[in-house]
């Protein structure tokens, strides 16, 4: 079992930046994969970007790439996501996401068994 806290929203204007961090506890494995999505008001759950929990491999969304970097600290059991550049469509509740088992990059929230409660991230224009 696996539990996952996210930090690090607010409220931000255009251009700005922010950095959420993902708190792990429990069993976690270099085999594990954390992911970031994000969800805005009557959409659904859109990938952002994973990592390996050992760190090293990385993949991004589209509309992040350039912009955002994940990141893992193992000594701290934390999982990052630097957001640079930011813009009002990026505003969402941010969520961390945890898996074991094969070490893919999902990018399936069903893919995922272990969720943060998220983080509420808002950009002004």
């Known amino acids: 079992q696996v539990q996952l806290a996210e930090s690090g929203g607010g409220l931000v204007q255009a251009g700005g930046s922010l950095r959420l961090s993902c708190a792990a506890s429990?069993?976690?494995?270099?085999?594990?994969?954390v992911g970031w999505f994000r969800q805005a008001p009557g959409q659904e759950r859109e990938f952002v970007a994973a990592i390996r929990w050992s760190g090293g491999s990385t993949y991004y969304a589209d509309s992040v790439k350039g912009r955002f970097t994940v990141s893992s600290d193992n000594a701290k059991n934390t999982v990052s996501l630097q957001m640079n550049s930011l813009r009002p469509e990026d505003t969402a509740v941010y969520y961390c996401?945890?898996?074991?088992?094969?070490?893919?990059?999902?990018?399936?929230?069903?893919?995922?068994?272990?969720w943060g409660q998220g983080t509420q991230v808002t950009v002004s224009s």
């Open positions: 996401a945890a898996t074991g088992g094969v070490p893919v990059l999902w990018t399936t929230p069903a893919r995922y068994a272990y």
């Open positions: 429990g069993r976690t494995s270099g085999n594990y994969v």
